[in-house]
Each structure stands twice: as structure tokens, then as C-alpha cells.
């Protein structure tokens, strides 16, 4: 792993290198307990198969990048689009890349693409968030109840320096009151390249009606891949129909000659 100064802190990132190629380069942005590390070798799988160079960062609070430095505001996530990505890729001297998010990095993902004023190529939603809905605020409470002396912590801890940074900096922001009108509509609506959008049946996170309702918002052309006996992490639950389909979007959107 590297690290970049942003605002002076430390994030820690991993390239994966690439030719010169007619394809965007990717960036990966992990979901609400992930980090660079936790990806494992599914960014270099895509890569490979995009024939494209790809970014993988550790946002603040996870894997071992700087703390949080203090209590997370309802608009973390777009505090982490608007101001932390956009001074990323300018250090990293990423143009247009198409965007590939899990989770709370897919949601970070489409503000960026809807909000930052900076030239995104497209989108790979992986369980995206759009809205709060019951079945996310139960299974985070849940979790939260048995974190300090269960397992979950022990097992973090082995990825993240900050590990209490990490695991309260999401579930206490989600289980938030003031949080459950968080809604990302305006930024759905917003939406005007190609977007695919990937979700789980079986999602214990979020129902359909997320990646529906981005759907019926975006001006843009979506597509959307409904994945059977999988839950809320389809890169590994159902790694192999995720990387035809981004392959397959890809190739339709970015027909460009891969390196």
C-alpha cells in the first residue's frame, strides 16, 4: 500500500497499473466496514478484464488510513464525493474514470458522478444506497449491539488501524435519527451517463426498491442485474456473474480497444 496526503492526512491507496488505453480508468470505493484490503483481488480481476489501470483507497477511518478525527455528520457521504474524491483524483491524475462502488462507496459514487462538476465516465453500483429503509436500520442495529463484545471487532481489527473509527463512523451515522430522511434522489434525478446498477436478492442492507428507484430517476442509460442467492456483497457472493457484467457494460459503453 501507498499513502497521498490529502488535507494533510493520510490516505492509503493501491495501484494497479495499466497501459494506455481507449478504456477509463477505474476507482474502487469500498462499502461501510471495507477498505482498500478488503476488496481482495476482485479491483485486479476487473482490471484485467477491462484492460484498464485501477485505483483502490482506504477512506478515512478505514484500513490504515488516518482516523476520523471526530463524530460524522449526516452528509459523510457527500462530504467524502465532493471534497476527499475530487482532491484524490487530481493527486493521482485520474481523468473520467468509471466509477466502481459497493454499498456506501456506490452511494458516494453516484454523488460524485451528480454533484462534483468533474467529467465521470460511468458507474458500477454494487447494493447502492438511495434511500433509509427498515430492513438497513435493523441489521446495523443489530450488529451495533453485540460489536464490543463479540467477534466482528477482533476480525475489523486485522484491517482497520482505527478500528472503532470504522465500524462506529457507519453505524452510528446510520443509526442516527436525523439520518433517516437522508435521501439521494436529487443526485438520482441528476444522473445523465451509463450506470449499472447491482444488487442481491437476498440483500440483508436494502431491498430492490434502491436500484428501482435510481432506475426511474436517472436520465442516463441504466442497466440493472438482480443476482439470485446472493446477499449484500454480490463481488463475493456472485464474483464471477459480476465481472461478465461489468465486462459486458463496459464493452457496450466504452467500446474503445482495451490496452
Known amino acids: 500500500m501507498l499513502f497521498m496526503d490529502i488535507g494533510g492526512r493520510a490516505v492509503e491507496y493501491r495501484v494497479i497499473p495499466g497501459a494506455v488505453s481507449d478504456r477509463p480508468p477505474l476507482v474502487f470505493l469500498h462499502e461501510g466496514l471495507g477498505c482498500a484490503a478488503l476488496w481482495r483481488d476482485f479491483p485486479d480481476k476487473v482490471a484485467r478484464e477491462l484492460g484498464a489501470p485501477a485505483l483502490i483507497y482506504s477512506r478515512f477511518g478505514y484500513g490504515h488510513s ?7 455528520t449526516t452528509r459523510f457521504m457527500h462530504e467524502e464525493a465532493l471534497d476527499v ?18 454499498s456506501d462507496g ?28 427498515p430492513i438497513c436500520v435493523d441489521s446495523i442495529a443489530r450488529i451495533s449491539a453485540t460489536y464490543a463484545e463479540g467477534p466482528l471487532r477482533a476480525r475489523l481489527a486485522r484491517y482497520h488501524a482505527h478500528v472503532d473509527d470504522a465500524f462506529h463512523g457507519w453505524a452510528d451515522t446510520w443509526l442516527d435519527p436525523a439520518f433517516l430522511d437522508w435521501s439521494l434522489e436529487a443526485e438520482a434525478c441528476a444522473l445523465s451517463i451509463p450506470t449499472l446498477l447491482i444488487q442481491g436478492r437476498d440483500d440483508e442492507y436494502g431491498t430492490l426498491a ?15 442485474l438482480v443476482l439470485e442467492k446472493c446477499g449484500h456483497s454480490p ?11 461489468i465486462a459486458s457494460f463496459a464493452a457496450r459503453h466504452f467500446p474503445g480497444r482495451p490496452a
Open 66 to 72: 488516518a482516523g476520523l478525527g471526530g463524530p460524522r
Open 85 to 102: 474524491l475530487p482532491a484524490l483524483l487530481d493527486q493521482a491524475g485520474i481523468v473520467r474514470p468509471l466509477l466502481v462502488g459497493h
Open 106 to 133: 456506490a452511494s458516494i459514487a453516484l454523488i460524485h458522478a451528480a454533484s462534483a462538476g468533474r467529467p465521470v465516465a460511468g458507474l458500477a453500483l454494487m447494493a447502492p444506497h438511495i434511500m433509509v429503509e
Open 210 to 224: 434502491q436500484i428501482n428507484r435510481i432506475a426511474e430517476l436517472a436520465q442516463g442509460p441504466v442497466e440493472r
Open 235 to 245: 463481488h463475493r457472493d456472485q464474483e464471477a456473474a459480476v465481472l461478465a457484467a
